[in-house]
């Protein structure tokens, strides 16, 4: 017998989790599965930063001068393997398209109000869900190895304050004064005191716990493989556990969305942008503030009794094999602003894949030609700090309340 419910969510990631957690809320009979566990994609390794300061789209002017120079090095913060995949390639020609500034500037206040409503979501939910995620709001700390480097990184915040954000831009001592284990290599700095950090694993896990409390059923080890039709309407998914059967499907599986869209005749412009993490014991020296190493695109953020280094970006298609040259490059980036951790104990790598869109927005919407489909995916580098805004944003649209904020540059129709 297929399992039946008003709305079935597919993936447990944060998106995933927040979704089924606001269609809940308003009374909504919910399934949710997943082909692994709660948490078991790319929202389990990720830098755990809850950013609005990150209201810059991925696609911005230099951008492709920056990818061109690094795409090709092993060890490159970017990097692209060329192999032939026309879908990407399509995808690769649309970035470029919206590297300019006209796109950049009406993606800044959609990613600065996407990020406040959400940091505002996640205080909410740490008081009424009482969830315990290692969550604080200390800032974020831009920092800058090169007089080059920080001077790229005053225009940004100078530009993000016409924007409304409020970065404060610190010498590399002021920068050392508030967070003293930085090097002497530090030239300068941007702070964010907006921001924040906490368990992105302990928040979605924690999600994972209070969905089930409000009532949806949460079924793992349930890979969605196909379709279910009822006439010319969808009616549900056959998974590797049986078929599940709703009024209305979410797609909500990171990067491997467009895989399950397609057969549907649907090419969802999603590609996997890979990223690494190493995670530690907290070292001797550990900063307090989670910081990004701007040249590098490293970030370093305590989390809890742990400290995680993340970055890079590949293209590479699904392929989640750990490339120890990025690890490394990694923790060399880091040693280079804060202290090594010698003889780091309890390391941890990982590789995830963020599902990037070639505007970097969000898809967040239902699907045209389908009146039971909807998406929510695309987040790329924000999925942690979108989740919980996304989720509330998709639980409105399904059932046809005013939406917290404006959804017309997440529609799905705009590519
Ligand atoms: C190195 C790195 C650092 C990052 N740092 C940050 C950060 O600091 N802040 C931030 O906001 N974001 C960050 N991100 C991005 C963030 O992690 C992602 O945007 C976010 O996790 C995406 O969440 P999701 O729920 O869409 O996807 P996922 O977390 O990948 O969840 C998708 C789920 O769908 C399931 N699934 C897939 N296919 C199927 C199927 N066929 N059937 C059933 N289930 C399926 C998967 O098992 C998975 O659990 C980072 C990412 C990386 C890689």
Known sequence: MAAESDVLVIGGGSIGVCTAYYLAKRGLEVQLIDKGDICSGCSYGNACLIVPSHAMPVPAPGVIRKALKWMLKEDSPLLVRPRMDWQMFGWLVRFASFCREEPMKCAIPVLRDLGRASLELFKELGVVEGLSF??????????????????DGKKEAELLSDFGLEPKVLTGSQARELEPALLKSVVGAVYFPEDAHGSSYGFVTAMGDVIKKRGVTVQTGAEATGWLANGGNLAGVKTTRGDYRAKSIVLAMGAWTPQLARPLGLKIPVQPGKGYSVTMDRPAVCPEIPLIHVERKVAATPIGNRLRFAGTMEFAGIDLQLNPTRTEAIL??????????TNPSNVERWCGLRPCTPDGLPIIDRVPGFSSLYVSTGHAMLGYSHGPISGKLLAEIITGSPTSLPVDTLRFGRF
Not at 332 to 341: C, F, L, S, W, Y
């Open 134 to 151: 290692d969550f604080q709001q200390r800032g974020l700390l831009n920092v800058y190895s090169s007089h080059a480097g920080f001077e």
């Open 332 to 341: 060399r980036g880091a040693a280079e602003v804060i202290p090594a951790a």
